[in-house]
């Protein structure tokens, strides 16, 4: 928690709740005054180059098992190109378990048309090895900081492999409220959601330090 009267880069980020995300990022640049060794864009450099857990891994072994048929049918049927899946992610044609229908309704209900639909799965075929209740999950708590679904799906479009990382629910979650906390605007949290995923993917006490 943050208190008041306390010295450093902390008494700064009390005062970064009253103003938008550009003077937000004045407020932590201007911190340096306070601490000159400190910097706001290398330590946000830093820390989204720093290693954090990945995604759940799944048996990429190829050489032994057949793919699942339904799930290769089940693409064609979206006009997915599975070729380019085979090259690429093959291992996630060999899963027993897809929700390929499941996944592709989501996206529709949210305005997906089939070409988007298609072009997703695509490029983050392992979406659909998330159970649905995992992605209304990722959804609802995207649209919290998106002005509307449809910006949500040019999100999902531009960035799946960032929305479909559903393991760190919680934790992505729990860094969006201490990011809305400190004042920051809902379209600088999405650019950070985005462009720097796996800062998300921590515990927050760890994003504080």
Known sequence: ALRGGEPGPNSTMLRVAAHGAKDTFTLLTRSQYCNPGWNFSSAWTE???RSFPTRPSYTTDTTSREENKQTVESLYR????VKKVRRL??????QDVAYIQEIAGILQEM??????????LERCPEAVLCTPAEINSQRALWQSVCQNEKQLIKLIEQFPESFFTSKFHENQKANI???????LKNNIITRFLTSAPSVFYNPVEKTKN
């Open 47 to 49: 820390a989204a180059s």
């Open 78 to 81: 979206l006009s997915v190109d």
């Open 89 to 94: 992610k093959e291992w996630v044609l060999l």
């Open 111 to 120: 305005g997906a048309d089939e070409t988007t639909i298609a072009s997703v």
């Open 177 to 183: 409220l201490f990011f809305q906390e400190l004042g």
